[in-house]
């Protein structure tokens, strides 16, 4: 008799869960595909400010850990258009010679940053002396294990429903085995 209110729990549990959530095979859908290539895309609001040295621009490209990577291939674009493609050396470093100050997107791999160049004679203080592409990180992340928020809510809603669900019927199934000892009448 337990098992099979436990059984009807876990039943009832489900089919509350199907109701509340609907929308987790879409979820799950959306990031099937383990095949596609992660792309990390850049953002203007993140492009960083690097200053021009001598007409050339200048930047490194590093793991997450920041080892430089060496022979690298890194595109560099202004819209889109190729500015140049240039290979990193021993020490993870490229640099495109004869840039007009601009915002340009390097790209290496995966990756994409978005850098804003500037001359030495106007470049803002916090204007950095070369750009750093750190592989799987610039940009706006999150293109594989990124959690909508939305998705956290109905999480916590479904949990606390089913914590709710086996509270009502352990109280369900106290309530049947005190209706089960009343005595008949013959």
């Not at 080892?67 to 890194?74: A, F, I, Q, S």
């Amino acid at each position: 008799m337990k098992y099979f209110g436990l059984v009807r729990g876990a039943a009832v549990s489900l089919a509350a869960l199907g109701m509340v959530a609907p929308q987790a095979q879409v979820y799950a859908q959306q990031g099937s595909n383990t095949n596609a290539p992660m792309v990390v895309k850049s953002d203007a609001k993140l492009a960083a400010d690097v200053v021009l040295i001598e007409g050339s621009f200048a930047g490194r490209v590093v793991d997450h850990s920041g080892t430089p990577l060496v022979d690298r291939e890194v595109v560099v674009k202004q819209g889109d258009k190729e500015v140049a493609r240039v290979t990193t050396n021993e020490k993870g470093v490229f640099t495109v010679k004869n840039v007009k100050p601009g915002n340009y997107i390097a790209s290496s791999g995966n990756t994409d940053g978005n850098f804003r160049v500037w001359n030495e004679k106007t470049a803002p203080a916090s204007a950095k002396g070369h750009a750093l592409l750190v592989m799987g990180q610039n940009g706006a992340r999150g293109a594989f294990g990124a959690v909508d928020p939305s998705l956290l809510l109905l999480t916590a809603a479904v949990i606390a429903s089913l914590i709710i669900s086996a509270i009502a019927l352990g109280k369900i199934n106290n309530l049947q085995d005190d209706v089960d000892k009343i005595p008949k009448s013959p």
